[in-house]
């Protein structure tokens, strides 16, 4: 940020802010309207997302820093998964970084030089962010809206206490644009505003 440090705390403050979110006195019609349409099923990415060949998990260890970086306009590469101490369960659906803490001082490295890294193969990175970003252009071409974003930490939860079946849904994301450039794949901000996952919230307050 460019501001002293009492603005960026202000700044950051106010993006993490649910207070407008949950006061309903401030809701408009076309608001109740819009959530009573929302889908609540698990068909729902926002409610239970599925990587496959949709999206990619990134490593990270400092992920405020991380969101920093990308908030602010910054173009990072995604590379695959680093060549040593990252064997991956491939039927684990989300990765939890406690498990590699001995690759983080080179993931915070790399992401110093805007590298990200996933924990994919080479090939297997390359298929999925191919996908991804011929999916967001097509979007983007026919109905003029962004379909891609960058999640910003996932909600771990279960549909009943006797459901051993993990379900993830993102909480917060941040509308980016996918780069390709000499065989790579890039991300940056679109320089739109990051956005709570408002099915989510809506999810959790009609049911729990």
Same mark, same amino acid.
């Given at each position: 940020?460019?501001?002293?440090?009492?603005?960026?705390?202000?700044? %950051? *403050?106010? *993006?993490?802010?649910? #207070?407008?979110?949950?006061?309903?006195?401030?809701?408009?019609?076309?608001?109740?309207?819009?959530?009573?349409?929302?889908?609540?099923?698990?068909?729902?990415?926002?409610?239970?997302?599925?990587?496959?060949? %949709?999206?990619?998990?990134?490593?990270?260890?400092?992920?405020?820093?991380?969101?920093?970086?990308?908030?602010?306009?910054?173009?990072?590469?995604?590379l695959e998964k680093p060549s040593v101490n990252c064997n991956v369960d491939d039927s684990v659906r989300?990765?939890?970084?406690?498990?590699?803490?001995?690759?983080?001082?080179?993931?915070?490295?790399?992401?110093?030089? %805007?590298?990200?890294?996933?924990?994919?193969?080479?090939?297997?990175?390359?298929?999925?962010? %191919?996908?991804?970003? *011929?999916?967001?252009?097509?979007?983007?071409?026919?109905?003029?809206?962004? #379909?891609?974003?960058?999640?910003?930490?996932?909600?771990?939860?279960?549909?009943?206490?006797? #459901?051993?079946?993990?379900?993830?849904?993102?909480?917060?994301?941040?509308?980016?644009?996918? +780069?390709?450039?000499?065989?790579?794949?890039?991300?940056?901000? *679109?320089?739109?505003?990051?956005?709570?996952?408002?099915? +989510?919230?809506?999810?959790?307050?009609?049911?729990?």
């Amino acid at each position: 940020l460019s501001h002293d440090k009492c603005d960026a705390v202000v700044h %950051k *403050r106010s *993006r993490y802010d649910l #207070s407008k979110v949950f006061d309903e006195s401030k809701l408009t019609k076309m608001d109740i309207w819009e959530r009573k349409l929302l889908d609540f099923s698990l068909r729902n990415n926002m409610l239970n997302m599925y990587l496959r060949m %949709k999206a990619v998990q990134l490593a990270s260890f400092e992920i405020d820093k991380l969101e920093d970086r990308v908030h602010d306009g910054q173009e990072f590469k995604i590379l695959e998964k680093p060549s040593v101490n990252c064997n991956v369960d491939d039927s684990v659906r989300l990765v939890s970084s406690k498990q590699f803490e001995s690759i983080s001082k080179l993931i915070i490295n790399d992401m110093e030089h %805007k590298c990200l890294h996933t924990y994919k193969t080479e090939g297997e990175t390359r298929s999925i962010l %191919k996908n991804i970003y *011929r999916t967001a252009r097509t979007m983007q071409e026919e109905s003029g809206a962004n #379909s891609l974003y960058l999640a910003i930490g996932v909600l771990r939860w279960y549909e009943n206490t006797k #459901s051993g079946t993990p379900r993830y849904a993102p909480l917060m994301l941040l509308p980016v644009d996918m +780069l390709y450039k000499k065989g790579t794949y890039s991300i940056r901000t *679109r320089g739109e505003d990051m956005m709570l996952n408002v099915t +989510l919230l809506e999810f959790l307050r009609q049911n729990y």
